[in-house]
């Protein structure tokens, strides 16, 4: 599922899983009874080619493409456009005959042998100045893996049903098991496509107007910062006033008393700013300390080798949610064990476009879970301020932030409790999940699926006693 929403707090409804907070629901078993898109599906879309309500949506989208994207008709350059989940192709021949250069792709092998037999069809989803996902984006598993194809710069149209209210959602016809596998309100579908780098740059009602239900109708560009964006900006603020200097002030204590229970013989400082912190710890030249932060120009290079322990205090916030996974990976692989402080709250700085500094903020439960999975746990360190989270990640910290599973769940052979864990193996496309104990952290049998998971610790455990 999307790699971001399932950070999200969450709480489970039947067949859905409610983020109320971001308004999005998503089918809680993603691959649970899917629809089959053969041919069978591609009867059922080309019933809907040549009605009245057909005609009028493809002339609004064309509509509103010309006014974000110039057709030849009103310049010499021919302007390219790929229509993913194209269907029939009549949308293309729409766009084509408004003067634009559209080909589409699409999973259906009805649908592709229409696309190529009509030369309308393309191999590749790259290379396109736009790219539209009409009624495609909610049946994604993993929509992502098709919008990072669209280049900087370049221009996303989408129509995807929005709900009022996500506790409402069964009560829609747009409610599809198996078929439609996120629903979202209008302004938690914007929030999502701002993470993934799309800033909104219009929003239609044509698909309403031409006689349907529900469904908006979104332009979008892909011009948000992105991680390098950001690094250039912090580059400028540190370059032009004082700034990130206060991790010694605000954490000096906390951090040497975790120091003295670690006892490191070597540190590494990750986003360390202008900060003097981990010099604290040189002990006499018997511990190995280093520091890295890309927007410092001494410091931009990232030192070799493993570290005994990491710092990475007050930098998550700052990372732009799509770039979260990439900095933990980053401090994982450098050290097995980290200290981590992040705000909850909005910043006193800005950066230089104008937008608060702290530009990903989460709740605590929130990062206490996704620092957990990179590190195999992490406690929270209890601090003065309720808006500030510290946590000591490591494979040997318990996961207090893992909730259990019931208790019917037969108990590891140690006595422990079992919970629920997860693993994503980054050669492979799904998650891992598996019940591993609380108490001995020895894992079960993994599977693809949650439920999965727990039936094959149950008949592990049934197995044992027999």
Known sequence: MDRLIRRYDSEEDGDLVLCEKHGVAYQREMKSGRVRYDDQYFAKVSAYEGSEIAKAVNAGRCAMIARHLPSQISTTKWSSVLDVGAGTGAFIRALIAAGYQAKGYDVITRAKAALQAAGLYSDTVYGCEAMTMWDTIEHLEEPERILKVVPKDGLLFVSVPIFADLSRIRESKHYRPGEHLYYWTRDGFIEWAALHGFRLLEESGHEVEAGREDIAAFAFRRDLPDYRDHILAYRE??????????????????????????????????????????????????????????????????????????????????IPMANVDRILQEVRAKSGRAVFTISTKLARAKLPDGRNAHVTLLTREEWTRWVAEYFGGAQVVETKWETELMLVAGAEVAQASRAPVAESEPRCVCGGEMYLDSFRDPRKPDQEWFMRCRECGKPSTSAAREDDARQKWREEAQARLS
Not at 252 to 265: D, R, S, T, Y
Not at 305 to 316: K, R, S, T, W
């Open 237 to 318: 603020m540190h370059g032009s006033r004082h700034y990130g200097s206060s991790a010694t002030e605000l954490h000096f204590e906390a951090i040497a008393e975790i120091v003295l229970q670690l006892g490191p013989k070597s540190i590494i400082d990750y986003g360390c700013g202008r900060s003097d912190l981990i010099a604290h710890f040189w002990k006499d030249g018997e511990r190995t300390l280093a520091r890295y932060d890309p927007a410092i120009s001494g410091c931009k290079d990232m030192p070799e080798g493993e570290f005994d322990l990491a710092f990475c205090l007050d930098v998550m916030e700052h």
